[in-house]
């Protein structure tokens, strides 16, 4: 059978290799070879080849086979080395085989490469298994001694007569003697008058029946006259010329008679503690089935103890979660003392709760005797938790989405000002006209979606007043009747003592307009939405049952309709945005994470109720204040077109088609505009221009300096200039948590050109 093993050439002469390669290649030597000729390359060899054998040429330019040598006896001593060269001396030779090489080979007798190579092997092999032998006999002598004389048990060597003529190291720690004060007396003197005869006739018993152990149990006494409880094996070794003895092993049953009875004593404290804790306490045999429960069971399940005593512990788990069951029951039988797992448990009214279990192995003499476990129901606590990882996700995507947003916004203004633009010269009777009112309406749906994905990640620029909420929802009323349709019901429950909020108002308004929409569209076939409004006071438990609620006082808004209700699985996701259970082209997804974002962003929270076929109830919670209600609410003035002017406006934006655009929307009213790319680039304008600056129109985020940077450098520069900041969402250089700060003019992309110009006008006017 060929041979396959890792071959090292010490070798500078490759035609030689390949020569030494095909001898062992005939020779039945097969595997990996590998040639060096340097020391360097060698020690690497050595280390990241791992040869079996290594073959070396007697003598290389720089290196050769006494280095290789010695070396290789260093690091691998158990490889084997063969000189292979083209002469070599007798003497040389046998200087090499002194020095520990395994053979050597002249090469114009490769014949003997092949023998040689596998008798090396072979002695290397051989010598291992010796090593290895000698070594299992060392350990196992050792093992033999350490378990002999360090053993819990004692070993004794006992003459038939009683006289100890051994004794192991561990009796001392078994009787308090010393094992030189044992040997050669009689061996059991100290043992209890009571159990002296039974011990006496046992020993004789074992005297005629070899090779056959008894056991025997005694007091004996101890050194210091305590009693202590023996369990003795004795086995009759006497014809056996090794030993010649009765051998008696002697273990001690003191600490097990004495937990045995404090066992018993105990049980009465026992069964008080565990009656009386509010988490199940459970025992389980060996095998798994429910032995005892506490009350605590009946309290958390519902269900009677009697009931489930004697069944299976993995009946009471949810067949979902049963390998998290068996894994701790397994990891427990293998000796685990601190096992902890959650799973689900049934209920008597059929639903599950989660607990959380630990339980550890009760042994007896080292034998498991059972499983005794504590169950903590954390059914609320992992429901939190999970609220906890809920917000995480929405914090998360609303940062992209908002991100999202705020570069569509960019794009967006480009596209709705060109259009405006086109539109404004192009005639009306101008086939093209049409053709940019459609972009342009497209664009207004884009900006739509942004504006909702801005709502969502709390983004958006608010103006918030002091809202009188029974106000709101009863203007809304009418609203709502036309929008849902004679096939549903609404009525309202609005508390007299309904609190104010501060909020915005088309930000509430379009809340409830979007719940009351989807509570339309769960009711296919007609039913009822009701709309209540109450004063709340949330407690400090409350909060913590309920994250992200705060303690302290609010205004609950509550949209309930009785429609189909929502699975498990659709509220973990509603809020997201674009996520929707509609047919496809009936919902973009952004209605209810709209709706999560502007109350998010009012500083309340939502509460939601659903079951399917049961309905969805909608609990809006906004921070309640003392404040009077704003009464300024009306409609918003008929606009006229923005007025032109003369002034210069100083333009840094960093997205090259939006300052495009607002330039030629600017300099279409008649303004004089400088353009910068960048803040540093605007400043360097100011620096240098040797007219007035009358106005700032700045990107918030660019590059470098922010515009809320720029804004304040070039206060120091032109302090007569006017500043407008614009930005695709908001930020906190120029606004506070979405509500702009006093004295800041600010723009919300995308805007269109007159809503520029107006603004522009508005502030040199101001």
Not at 180 to 203: I, K, M, N, S
Not at 425 to 439: G, K, M, N
Not at 593 to 613: D, H, M, N, R
Not at 679 to 688: F, S, V
Request: proline letters at 5%.
């Amino acid at each position: 059978m060929a041979a396959s093993i890792r071959t090292l050439l010490v070798e500078d002469v490759a035609d030689d290799a390949a020569l030494i390669e095909r001898e062992l290649r005939q020779a039945g030597i097969r595997g990996a070879t590998r040639r060096v000729d340097s020391e360097r390359a060698f020690r690497e060899a050595l280390s990241a080849f791992a040869p079996d054998i290594i073959l070396s040429d007697h003598s290389l330019p720089t290196f050769g086979a006494g280095d290789a040598l010695r070396i290789a006896l260093l690091e691998t001593p158990d490889t084997p080395l063969i000189i292979v060269t083209g002469s070599l001396d007798e003497e040389t030779a046998a200087e090499y085989i002194k020095a520990g090489a395994a053979d050597y080979i002249v090469k114009h007798h490769l014949e003997r490469l092949g023998p040689a190579v596998l008798r090396a092997l072979d002695l290397r092999r051989a010598r291992s298994e010796k090593v290895r032998a000698e070594e299992a006999r060392r350990q196992s002598e050792e093992r033999f001694r350490a378990l002999i004389e360090h053993g819990a048990d004692a070993v004794a060597l006992v003459a038939p007569d009683g006289t100890m003529l051994f004794a192991s190291q561990s009796i001392e720690r078994l009787l308090g003697f010393a094992p030189a004060e044992l040997v050669g007396r009689p061996g059991f003197d100290r043992v209890h008058p009571d159990d002296l005869a039974g011990v006496q006739a046992t020993l004789a018993e074992i005297a005629s029946l070899p090779g056959a152990p008894l056991a025997m149990g005694l007091r004996w006494r101890h050194k210091d006259d305590s009693w202590r409880y023996i369990d003795a094996v004795a086995v009759n070794r006497l014809a056996e010329p090794a030993v010649g003895a009765i051998v008696v092993n002697f273990r001690d049953q003191t600490a097990r008679r004495q937990a045995e009875t404090a066992l018993r004593e105990s049980e009465e404290r026992y069964r008080t503690l565990v009656e009386g804790v509010r988490d199940v306490i459970f025992a389980l045999s060996p095998e798994g089935t429910i032995t005892s429960l506490n009350p605590a069971f009946e309290t958390i399940t519902g269900s009677r103890r009697e009931d489930w005593v004697g069944r299976p512990f993995e009946n009471l788990v949810h067949p979902e979660d049963l390998p998290f069951a068996l894994e701790l029951l397994g990891r427990v039988v293998r000796g685990d003392l601190r096992a902890v797992s959650q799973f689900r448990v049934a209920t008597a009214k059929g639903d599950y709760r989660m607990g959380e279990f630990s339980a550890t192995p009760p042994l007896l003499e080292g034998r498991l005797i059972g499983i005794l476990g504590i169950g903590r129901d954390v059914t609320e606590r992992v429901q939190l938790e999970q609220q906890l990882r809920q917000a995480q996700k929405m914090e998360a995507v609303g940062r992209l989405a908002g991100g999202i947003a705020h570069d569509f916004n960019n794009i967006l203004t480009a596209i709705t000002g060109y259009a405006d633009l086109l539109l404004e010269d192009l005639r009306p009777s101008d086939s093209r006209h049409q053709d940019v009112a459609e972009i342009r309406k497209a664009a207004d749906r884009a900006a739509g979606l942004t504006r909702q994905l801005l709502a969502f990640s709390r983004q958006q620029v608010l103006q918030p007043s002091v809202i009188d909420v029974r106000t709101l929802v009863g203007d809304l009323e009418k609203m709502l009747g036309r929008l849902l349709g004679e096939d549903v019901e609404l009525s309202t429950r609005l508390a007299p003592d309904t609190g104010r909020v501060k909020a915005d108002p088309g930000q509430l308004e379009q809340v409830l307009m979007n719940l009351a929409v989807n509570a339309r569209d769960a009711m296919p076939q007609g039913g009822k939405l009701t709309l209540e409004t109450s004063n709340v006071d949330l407690s400090e438990g409350y909060a913590a049952d309920h994250y992200p609620a705060r303690p302290g006082p609010y205004v609950m808004i509550a949209v309930t309709d009785s429609g189909t209700g929502m699975s498990e699985e659709t509220q973990a996701h509603m809020f997201e945005p674009f996520f929707t259970t509609k047919e496809k082209g009936k919902g973009t997804g952004l209605g209810l994470a709209t709706v999560y974002g502007i109350i998010k962003q009012s500083g309340g929270f939502i509460w939601v109720y659903s079951e399917l076929g049961h309905g969805t109830t909608f609990k809006l919670y906004l921070p309640r204040v003392d404040e009077s209600a704003d009464l300024s609410r009306g409609p918003a003035p008929a606009r006229s077109p923005a007025a032109r002017g003369s002034e210069t406006v100083l333009l840094a934006e960093d997205e090259a088609p939006v300052r495009a655009v607002a330039r030629q929307v600017l300099e279409r009213h008649g303004y004089t505009v400088l353009e910068a790319p960048t803040a540093e680039a605007a400043l360097d304008i100011a620096a240098r221009y040797s007219g007035t600056i009358h106005l700032l129109l700045t990107d918030v985020i660019m590059p470098g300096l922010s515009g809320r940077e720029l804004a304040t450098r070039l206060a120091d520069l032109r302090p007569e200039a006017r500043v407008i900041f614009m930005s695709g969402y908001t930020d906190d250089a120029v606004t506070r948590h979405g509500v702009l700060e006093p004295g800041l003019a600010y723009l919300q992309k995308p805007f269109t050109p007159d809503t520029l110009g107006r603004k522009v006008r508005e502030v040199l006017d101001r």
